[in-house]
């Protein structure tokens, strides 16, 4: 069966910490993703990965770095927390090609105080 | 640029009822479509899928069919259950390979009764 997981489901920080969101994989995927999921917003993409230490921009960048090292890992990091940086973190991994069906961990509830 | 619209929720209906929830997109060319579902705690999971125009997704009594006249997939469900209650989110892949990305609409929310 597909998996991937996520290093925590529930997280609470303070502002200005450094905050770090672990991602892995078992299914030899080559893409990963990091969204947010905010009420009313749906998920919006972060920032993505289709090669180890290959990354491009999503569609909300701003505030977040990524990390990829090994095939099966992605991290995203908050440099500096903010309060508007509270949100549902959803990783996800998809095999590549023109379907690109993309399987999703559980989330992490990032709380910034 | 493209783009995925959902009806607004939360949509309460009784167990038996009949489901439609309206899903509408804009993009170029012929995008894959997408439902996802994400049960309360959890992650998404694919629901179903349809690749070209005319395509029928279907699972777990779930249907969707791509309607390329109308720029639409709507998610329809003969008798909901209470274990059908959840977030549904439509969502659109364009592009090819590693160039492309899903676009997903807001989501509308479920909610079954007994």
């Known amino acids: 069966d597909v998996k991937v997981t996520q290093s925590s489901r529930y997280l609470v920080k303070r502002t200005g910490e450094k905050v770090f969101l672990e991602c892995v994989q078992d299914m030899d995927h080559e893409n990963m993703f990091w969204y947010r999921q905010d009420p009313g917003l749906g998920l919006r993409l972060i920032y993505f990965s289709y090669d180890v230490k290959m990354k491009e921009k999503g569609d909300i960048p701003e505030g977040y770095s990524v990390s990829r090292e090994k095939k099966e890992r992605f991290s995203l990091i908050l440099e500096s927390a903010s309060t508007n940086q509270t949100s549902m973190y959803l990783c996800?991994?998809?095999?590549?090609?023109?379907?690109?069906?993309?399987?999703f961990g559980p989330g992490t509830r990032l709380t910034v105080l | 640029g493209d783009s995925v619209t959902q009806m607004e929720g939360p949509v309460t209906l009784s167990e038996e009822a009949f489901l439609t929830i309206n899903c509408t997109y804009t993009?170029?060319?012929?995008?894959?479509l997408f439902w996802y579902v994400q049960y309360p705690g959890e992650g998404l999971q694919l629901l179903l899928k349809?690749?070209?125009?005319?395509d029928k997704g279907s699972n777990k009594g779930f249907e969707a069919t791509y309607r390329k006249e109308t720029t639409s997939f709507h998610l329809e469900k003969g008798s909901v259950q209470v274990s059908d209650s959840a977030v549904y989110f439509c969502?659109?892949?364009?592009?090819?390979?590693?160039?492309?990305?899903?676009?997903f609409g807001q989501g509308t929310t479920l909610q079954v009764k007994p």
């Open positions: 996800a991994s998809s095999l590549g090609g023109r379907v690109n069906e993309q399987f």
């Open positions: 969502a659109l892949f364009h592009g090819s390979g590693n160039t492309g990305k899903l676009i």
């Open positions: 993009a170029t060319g012929y995008p894959s």
């Open positions: 349809a690749t070209k125009a005319d």
